[in-house]
């Protein structure tokens, strides 16, 4: 008399879930860890405290107005340009409002072609617009009293105002 002992069944069909699962989950688990480490890194690289900027250019306005680019490289290719307008406060101070601030390839702030412009309007607004080639002009302006009392960043804005 033979005894039909259940054979065990394979190590395959024991798995909680199939194998093709577990190929398509794990790309799914690791592509957001890779890219939040890389916002990480590139966002720690441009802590003012590690990578300072450093003065490009000034422009004069009027007697008390100035507008001064300055700039920094944290990341191999990679420029930032930081644009502040810079008021004469009393007789011996200064103060420096950020106006706007542009992160590109190194190349497109190079040559003839990178140009930019700061003007005071009539309403005593400093305003600068940032022409790259291959990008989109920027323009950035200090904003108006009750903007800035309500807390509203001015940021960019439109050329034609």
Known sequence: MTVDV???EPEESK????RWV???AVPGFLGPLL???FIFRTEIAHDEARCPYVQVSERALSADV????ERRSCVPDVEERRYSAVRAVGAASEEAIVLGRRRLPRDAFLGPKY???AQLRDDGQVYVEVDC???PKA?????TPEEEASGVSAGSADPAR
């Open 35 to 37: 890219i939040l480490a």
């Open 115 to 117: 140009v930019w412009q």
């Open 6 to 8: 259940p054979k065990s």
């Open 22 to 24: 577990f190929f398509l």
């Open 139 to 143: 323009v950035f302006r200090e904003g």
């Open 15 to 18: 798995r909680f879930l199939p």
């Open 133 to 135: 080639p291959g990008h």
């Open 66 to 69: 100035r507008v001064r680019e």
